[in-house]
């Protein structure tokens, strides 16, 4: 009969808007900026520099390569390398960036200079409220607003953290290793021990 | 006390009125009507967006509007806000008179239909003596502005939708009408105002509305069907069609014309409840005979919330008809459902009162509805669709 399936439809909807009074859990909507849903581990949205200790300017990891310049797709990476030099997280001395500027309108969040940083000095942030109404200085983050602590890393992305200093440990351990060996090849002779020095300029550079 | 708080806006206008020289009196005193129903309606309009939004918000297990003010209530005016400061963007190509006009046509004809509806115990605009006659007349103007928007645009999907909708609102025209005839036969008058009078009585404690007679019922819901389709609601919403031919007519306007175009829509809409409110529900009448003492004009609103209720359910419910599904409903089954109405109508009118009339009229209003509604069914056939490539 006709009108047989409209009437139902029709209970059908009474019973959603008054059921929807009357049960919350019909209403799935996450009220946004007052509830939020947990971020899953994996979450990224932007990246960040990383540092050790707590002076973020001698812990930056980061030595200047340029990288991540070159690589990041959109070219929101803009980095000057410096004049001096500094030691870096594994102890070596290395360059740091004078400037290292990220555009927030457009990065797109794609993670590619995370994959080729050597250095694991640059991550992804879970932060993704980055709206501002500054639209040119508020958009480019500076290297003082990009450089967050190792710790806060190992809080958002503890088991991506985990790894990360886990190599770094690594490479920190045999770099501590060689030194300690071109320090006994200097105490058992003085010529040597030049040459080592030599060498060892030459391989930071 | 009673008698007062009904005649309360009449017995103002009167005392308004008498302070000014006579020879202005006719024209002040259509002035302040004429003031009352742009600010009643508008205001309508503005409380209405909002309860449609939150009640087919709750139909769909959501929230609905509730940022802008204690539970969205303020939402109207922030629309209202947005839509003033946005760009009033022309296509080049358009054609620029009749672009602009469209709109204001269309609310200027939509606020007409307001005149002869009366809203409560001497509360008509222009009692006019072919009332109904008058609405209509009126309500096909906002047809040819809805084609002006289309054609003006040179816009294809803009000409698309008011193509659909011009065939749509002259295909339902006629069931409109019909049903309404039907009325006009049992009053004996075109006036809505006699309309209304004609079913003032009451029986015990029942009023004697047309909609509580099977013609009157079926003519109801004939009305009801057919308005649904005259304004443009969904499920015949066809000539906007948001998610096929991106709001149709209506595509190439934007900042407060678009509002316009709003506000002419759900002031139809409004327009065409308060007609069938007239000509079925009793007008202003109380539904029930104690409740007298109550203003007529609150029973008049409290009618048209309802109905306006009903339109924002049936959206909720219902899905988008297709065209030939449409033309099919409006001729094959509107069409021979209200043109039997009327012989119905007629029957109840000369059979005596008593069992035998609700008998006779009821047989001839069931029958040929379980009859057109197996023909419109015919061929109809719900089956699992087989693909013949994409398996």
Known sequence: MLGEGIAKGFVETARNFFGSYLSKDRLTTVQYPEERLPQIEATRDFPFLVYDGDDWQAGLRCVGCQICEKECPPKCIYIEKSKDKKPDAVGKLQFFPAVFNIDVSVCMSCQICVEVCPFEAIKMDTEFELSTDDRFGGLLWDKARLSKSNAYYGKIHPTDAAVSDALLAEEKAKAEAKAKAANETMANSTLPNALQAVSGASSTQ | MGETADQFFVILQHWLVGHAPASFRPLLSALFSVVAILVVFAFLFAITTVLERKGLGRIQNRYGPNRVGPF????????????????????????????????????????????????????????????????????????????????????????????????????????????????????????????????????????HWFVFTPWGFTGFILFMIAATAESNRSPFDLPEGESEIIAGYYTEYSGFKFALFFLGEYLGMFAISGLGITLFLGGWAAPLSFLTWIPSYLWFFTKLLAMTVMFIWIRGTLPRLRMDQLMNFAWRFMLPMALLNLVTAGVWRFLPHGVVRWFVCGLLVVVPYVFLSRGLMQGWKLEKRVYRFAE
């Open chain 2, 72 to 207: 969205g209530v303020l939402q109207p005016i922030a629309d209202g806000i947005k839509s003033l400061t946005k760009e009033d963007i022309v296509p080049q190509a358009a054609d620029k008179a009749v672009h602009f006009l469209a709109p204001v046509v269309l609310v200027l004809a939509a606020f007409s239909l307001y005149a002869v509806l009366p809203i409560g115990r001497n509360m008509v605009l222009a009692n006019l003596d072919s009332g109904v006659l008058y609405f209509f007349a009126v309500s096909s103007v906002m047809e040819l502005t809805i084609f002006m928007a289309g054609w003006s645009s040179r816009n294809k999907y803009s000409l698309l939708g008011a193509m659909r909708a011009i065939a749509q609102m002259i295909s339902y025209e006629v069931p409109l009408i019909l049903a309404s005839v039907t009325v006009i036969m049992a009053a004996g008058s075109v006036s809505t105002v006699a309309i209304v009078e004609s079913q003032a009585g009451y029986s015990g404690i029942l009023p």
